[in-house]
């Protein structure tokens, strides 16, 4: 790959990323920051974000527009797929019974996976209906703010 492209894919990854965090999100950048945040007591939502156009251009804005509801999870966080690999491998060992996905959303209490928001029921759809998978979720599973 030459310089210019690799330069090209560095703004596209960071303008990722500070997309999703002034969403609100925080970034888990280590294994370790995944286990201490994801088994805490209460609701987790995890963004896995990706730098895929399509889907990911779909995805941040729904995670940014979904939180802005009655019923939210406690806590607001993001593993970035390929690029902080070892963070999004330990994020998806407790994501049971789901492949990878990204982007995709992974809704946890206690540590413990309720459900998923997978790629595919984000790719191709737009992003108010992705909003809209996310909010049922917050009404089965999160308390109100």
């Known amino acids: 790959m030459n310089m210019d492209f690799n330069l090209f894919m560095n703004d596209i990854v ?5 997309e999703i965090v002034a969403a609100g999100y925080s970034e888990l950048k280590t294994p370790e920051e995944v286990e201490d945040v994801l088994n805490k007591q209460g609701t987790t939502l995890v963004m896995v974000n990706s730098v895929c156009g399509c889907a990911g251009g779909i995805a941040r804005p ?3 527009h979904a939180i802005h ?3 939210r999870p406690d806590q607001l966080v993001t593993v970035f797929a ?7 491998a330990r994020a998806r060992e407790m994501f049971v019974g789901y492949p990878p996905s990204s ?4 809704l946890l209490k206690d540590g413990k996976l309720l459900t998923m928001v997978e790629r595919h029921e984000i790719e191709g759809h737009d992003p108010m209906s992705v909003v809209g998978k996310l909010q049922a979720a917050f009404d089965e599973y999160c308390e109100e703010v």
């Open 62 to 64: 729904a995670a940014a």
């Open 14 to 18: 960071q303008q990722a990323r500070k």
């Open 82 to 88: 390929g690029q902080d690999k070892e963070a999004t």
């Open 69 to 71: 509801y009655d019923k």
């Open 103 to 106: 982007p995709s959303f992974a």
